[in-house]
Nanobody
Framework: QVQLVESGGGLVQAGGSLRLSCAASGRTFSTYFIGWFRQAPGKEREFVSLISMSGSSTYYADSVKGRFIISRDNAKNTVYLQMNSLKPEDTAVYYC?????????????????WGQGTQVTVSS
């Protein structure tokens, strides 16, 4: 089992950057795929990015490809989401989620563990 805590959200102007962190408890962090999802008011939770156990493979939603970078430091039990060139449509609550079984899944239902979320607001 792993517990996840997000941080790093905030208010930023369009074109700015933020770095989100997802800190995990537990000694088995390196055995989890970690995904980032976001949910805007009135919308369903959507996939943003995911990273494999070792960090060697990453995937991005088309809407963030080329702007966001996911990475992980297993020694620090932390996954990062560097968000650049932010747009107002990136405004949402961002969640990190963990999956203990190998596989590149973009559906929220495939993930077993979730953080509480961190708000990102991008002003125009």
């Amino acid at each position: 089992q792993v517990q996840l805590v997000e941080s790093g959200g905030g208010l930023v102007q369009a074109g700015g950057s933020l770095r989100l962190s997802c800190a995990a408890s537990g000694r088995t962090f390196s055995t989890y795929f970690i995904g980032w999802f976001r949910q805007a008011p009135g919308k369903e939770r959507e996939f943003v990015s995911l990273i494999s156990m070792s960090g060697s493979s990453t995937y991005y939603a088309d809407s963030v490809k080329g702007r966001f970078i996911i990475s992980r430091d297993n020694a620090k039990n932390t996954v990062y989401l560097q968000m650049n060139s932010l747009k107002p449509e990136d405004t949402a609550v961002y969640y990190c989620a963990g999956r203990g079984v190998r596989g590149f899944y973009k559906s929220p239902s495939a993930y077993d563990y979730w953080g509480q979320g961190t708000q990102v607001t991008v002003s125009s």
